[in-house]
């Protein structure tokens, strides 16, 4: 049970950032114990590999804080993010962590499945971003994008440490952080429904 948690809380940090947690399990596995990655995912830990993702992890990071720019990137991720999710849902659920010493036959048996559970939990909250980013930062004359983006990478970070050491509280924060983006959503929306019915004159 722990492998699942481990892997829907992966695959849920990619939705807020693609290369977080793809980064950080290969270096968790390339230099630490904690995460011993399967033969399938060992090319996340070569050296090509993770200076690539720290190059697009840059180049993602610094993007998504300027506004107009981060929409752009948001419809550009929506392949990226769930394909990421897959990945790491796939790799990290069937990895030796830290939390997790024998990982279920389920992952580890076919890869199919647990990649696809992993691009849908991806697709989550990288929706909830991709929808509220504009709005926040037309509400915020773009003062937002940066705030916004800061918080969601910290939180892709925690996400990603937290769902090798311990699963069940990255899971807790992991329903954490739907739920603020669910309410920042709503409240974005609200703020600008009341914004547009203010700047309407009244009739009669």
């Known amino acids: 049970m722990l492998e699942i948690i481990t892997g829907m809380t992966l695959a849920a940090s990619a ?3 693609a290369y977080i947690p793809l980064l950080g399990l290969g270096l968790l596995s390339r230099f630490t114990d904690l995460v011993q990655l399967p033969t ?39 392949v990226v993010r769930p394909a990421s999710g897959g990945i790491v849902f796939s790799a990290g659920s069937s990895s030796d962590t830290f939390a997790v010493a024998d990982p279920a036959e389920f ?7 647990p990649f696809v559970l992993g691009v849908l939990i991806a697709l989550v909250p990288h929706v909830l971003k991709a ?14 994008a940066a705030v916004s983006s800061t918080l969601e990478d910290l939180g892709a970070v925690v996400l990603t440490v ?7 509280l990255a899971l807790v924060l ?9 309410r920042r959503l709503r409240r974005a929306l ?10 309407t004159p009244a009739t009669g």
Do not use: C, H, M, Y
């Open 174 to 182: 992991l329903v954490a952080v739907v739920v603020v983006l669910i």
């Open 40 to 78: 399938a995912w060992s090319w996340i830990e070569n050296e090509w590999a993770l200076g690539v993702l720290g190059v697009l992890l840059v180049v993602e990071v610094l993007v998504d804080k300027f506004p107009a720019l981060d929409s752009v990137n948001d419809v550009l991720q929506t």
């Open 131 to 144: 929808v509220a980013r504009p709005v926040i930062n037309a509400l915020t004359a773009g003062a937002g």
């Open 162 to 168: 937290l769902a090798v050491i311990v699963p069940v």
């Open 190 to 199: 609200a703020e600008r429904a009341a914004r547009r019915d203010s700047a």
């Open 15 to 17: 939705g807020l950032n």
């Open 107 to 113: 992952v580890t048996s076919a890869q199919f499945w």
